[in-house]
């Protein structure tokens, strides 16, 4: 017990060998200062051929090595967070405050009501008082399915709430929960699951059965008087907004099988109409944020995409720790959880679970004021997220917050508050700007977590042992890329915009959470270096030209250092992140797949969009995906499958370096020059050879799979024809 009685909630602990890590990082940086006083000292004269591949390696390696810099502020000051939840309850189990949990979802096809509401059931059964607990379903797809999906999952949860409390039951997603294999139990807890688990499949017999359907029948419309809300309904793009109190807690008959209350629990598809720009997922969480603080008004509030099932009952007492702790807690705006996935493969082939970001890059930059909003599984309090400022003084009587609106009659109180979620409410008002969620820019909540820092809030990242929250990952490679294109081009947007780090943040974040964000801010301008770097050399290699120093010159050191040392560490720090030796094969992988691809179309999409020819967009990530596919995934075998542009970006690269490195050994072979060529090109054998070697699944994908997800033949196609355009250009014709 500390001073004046203070007990805090939680504790922060700092990576143990920071000191060493620090002297190990200098020696890299020393090593790159020498490669580049190499590159500049060393530049061809204008008679020499490869003058301007030269200067191109020395831009390269200068990009290179800058953002490595920028990187390092993620590693130079780690922490990790541990909280005391017994504590919590024994000080404020009386006074623990009402919480809001918002679940969006967009389209019932690429996001099934199935998934939807097994989130929804696992957010309302956390361990927490239910009266207290309010859940918010946003449906931009504005979807009766979904609707009906709800209704039934509302019936559900009267007998699935009272089953996990007595249990403990965890997941609290039935359908986890289910396959999950419930731990050996008693004679009654087993007849009392089966009877449960019957109860679940029925429910999902009739929810698929209307879902085949593709609509609601006339019987089922009879159900519930919300279905007549669609009478009026022309398309998702275009409707009036439906808002239904499916349970309203305050009811004193809403009572689950036990006659313990429920959670509040509500549909809201906001008004859609052609010639409003909708704002994605921000302006469904503003529009969230104004209804629910009319009906719940609950200080916190927790938003989850539909995918993300809570896989910890505890969550929400975890994250209380930190908002009530008596010293610290008036700082915290918000508190985010990881990101993970429930359907990783061992060896996570691509790359989704972002392991070190999760396990060291976010402790870095908790340790510099906080990590970022990333959407989901992230607390935040309502009013830092409404716009309010920081100030020292100011503490949250948690006590008085808990007044709940008084209660009116239900009809009434959907029908006033529909013009919180229509087109217009929002003209004239600085939602989207000064409160709520930002608009504008397609990693809002990235963007959004930025400003509330900037406003002189802390942040807080909580990675307990038991995952927060489970999400769906890409099973494409398509998919994936797609996704990272629209993260790397809102990152990039991020940096160009009003609220910038560079400038905005300047002076008011620490210098080191300011150069955590321009990391992921320069994401998509990477594409540039990374290109260059494979492309170029392999060429040069190919008509005998050495862009490195010789193996037997002192600068091979440094490089030979840098590359050798940045990677073996790269290694260990993923095997540490609970990675394995084949999931950080596939994560360089992913990694040269994301920078030549998703980052260059993001770059290029960004400057189209500063000139004004573009807009930007927001492709939902799918959650479902065909059988076949899906057994692929578990078999981690990469599914090309689809004939993007990116592909065929990923494909041509992964020619023209098989092409160079068989002109090598074509060329070592019949002349016998080998150990020449080892002798000046060790570095461009070995990068190019690399090269190679990381694309074998995609050579097995174009020369001997059979199965659909193999590369489509006008892949292989365009892509031969642009590498050996490019190597016949550059031999004969440079
Ligand atoms: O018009 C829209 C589009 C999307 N969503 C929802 O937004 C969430 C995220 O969409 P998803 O396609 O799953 O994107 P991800 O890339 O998986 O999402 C990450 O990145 C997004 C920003 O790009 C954040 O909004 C997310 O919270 C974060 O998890 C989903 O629940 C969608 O239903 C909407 O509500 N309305
Ligand atoms: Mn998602």
New binding site residues.
């Given amino acids: 017990m500390g001073r004046d009685g203070y007990v805090p909630l939680f504790e922060t602990k700092r990576a143990k060998g920071r000191i060493i890590y620090r002297f190990f990082s200098a020696s890299i940086f020393v090593g790159i200062v020498l490669i580049w006083v190499y590159r500049a000292s060393h530049i061809p004269s204008s008679r020499d051929d490869g003058r301007l591949g030269w200067i191109g390696m020395l831009g390269a390696e200068l990009w290179f090595g800058l953002y490595w810099v920028l990187t390092q502020s993620q590693r130079w000051n780690r922490i990790y967070r541990y909280t005391f939840k017994d504590r919590l309850s024994q000080r404020y189990e009386n006074e623990l405050p009402g919480v809001d949990i918002f679940v ?3 389209d019932p096809i690429i ?1 099934p009501p199935m998934v939807v509401i097994n989130t929804v059931l696992s957010v309302m059964a956390y361990e927490y008082p239910s009266e207290k607990l309010s859940v918010y379903l ?1 449906d ?1 797809g504005g979807s009766d399915l979904t609707f009906y999906a709800l209704l039934e999952a509302s019936r559900f949860s009267k007998h699935w709430i009272p089953y996990c409390k007595k249990y403990k039951a965890e997941p609290r997603s039935p359908a986890a929960y289910f396959v999950s294999d419930p731990d050996q139990c008693d004679a009654n807890h087993a007849k009392h699951l089966a009877s449960i688990k019957k109860l679940y499949e029925d429910m999902e017999r009739r929810i698929e059965t209307a879902m085949k359907l593709g609509r609601i029948s006339e019987e089922v419309k009879l159900e519930h008087k919300g279905f007549s809300q669609w009478d009026s309904y022309s398309s998702r793009r275009d409707h009036d907004t439906i808002l239904q109190l499916l349970i309203d807690g305050r009811d004193p008959n809403s009572k689950d099988i036990k006659g313990c209350t429920l959670p509040t629990l509500v549909y809201l598809a906001r008004e859609k109409r052609p010639q409003h720009h ?1 704002n ?2 921000a302006g ?1 969480m503003n529009a969230l944020i104004r209804v629910s603080s009319e009906i719940s008004n609950g200080p916190i509030i927790l938003n989850v ?3 993300m099932y809570s896989n910890n009952s505890d969550s929400i007492r975890d994250a209380l720790c930190f908002f009530m702790d008596d010293e610290k807690g008036h700082e915290v705006a918000f508190v985010q959880f990881p ?1 993970n996935f429930h359907n990783i493969t061992k060896n996570d082939l691509y790359g989704s679970l972002l392991r070190v970001i999760g396990e060291v890059e976010f402790p870095g930059l908790d340790g510099h004021g906080g990590p970022f909003y ?3 599984g992230c607390f935040h309090r309502r009013d830092t997220l409404c716009g309010r400022k920081f100030s020292s003084k100011a503490r949250i009587e948690w006590k008085h917050k808990n007044d709940r609106k008084t209660a009116k009659i239900v009809d009434d109180l959907e029908e006033s508050l529909k013009g919180l979620a229509s087109c217009t409410y929002e003209k004239n008002t600085q939602w989207g700007n000064e409160m709520g969620l930002k608009y504008g820019c ?4 990235v963007i959004t977590g930025l400003s509330i820092q900037c406003q002189g809030w802390k942040s807080v990242y909580f990675n307990p042992p038991r995952m927060g929250f489970l999400g769906i990952a890409a099973t494409t490679l398509d998919q994936s890329l797609v ?1 990272h294109k ?2 790397s081009e ?1 990152d990039l947007q991020i940096l160009l915009s009003k609220y910038s780090p560079a400038w905005y943040g300047l002076g008011r974040i620490h210098p080191g959470l300011l150069l955590g964000y321009l990391t992921y801010c320069l994401w998509a301008p990477n594409c540039l270096a990374t290109l260059y770097y494979a492309i170029i050399p392999s060429l040069y290699l190919l008509r005998g030209m050495p862009l490195f120093p010789q193996v037997s010159c002192p600068w091979f050191l440094p490089f030979v250092y840098v590359v050798a040392v940045k990677y073996i560490y790269s290694f260990g720090e993923f095997l540490w992140s609970g990675g394995t030796a084949l999931g950080w094969w596939n994560e360089q992988r992913i990694w040269l797949y994301k920078r030549t691809s998703s980052y260059l179309f993001a770059f290029v999409d960004t400057i189209l969009r500063l000139l004004g020819f573009s807009d930007t967009g ?1 492709i ?2 799918a959650k479902v995906s065909e059988q076949e596919v899906s057994q692929r995934y578990e078999q981690e075998m990469m599914e090309f499958g689809s004939s993007s542009p990116m592909v065929t970006i990923l494909s041509s690269l992964a020619m023209l370096n098989l092409f160079c490195f068989v002109g090598l050994v074509k060329k070592v072979v019949m002349t016998q020059v080998g150990i020449r060529v080892y002798e000046t090109m060790a570095l461009q054998i070995l990068l190019c050879g690399v090269l190679v070697a990381i694309n074998l699944p995609l050579y097995n994908a174009i020369f001997l799979r059979k199965d659909n997800g193999k590369m489509p033949s006008s892949v292989t196609f365009k892509s031969v024809s642009f590498a050996l355009f490019a190597c016949t250009c550059f031999t004969y014709l440079y």
């Fill in positions: 969006c979802t967009a996001e946003s931009d909708h994605f997922k469904a995409d539909c995918d990101q990333i959407g989901t397609p990693v809002e909540d996704q629209r993260w809102g927001f939902i990530s």
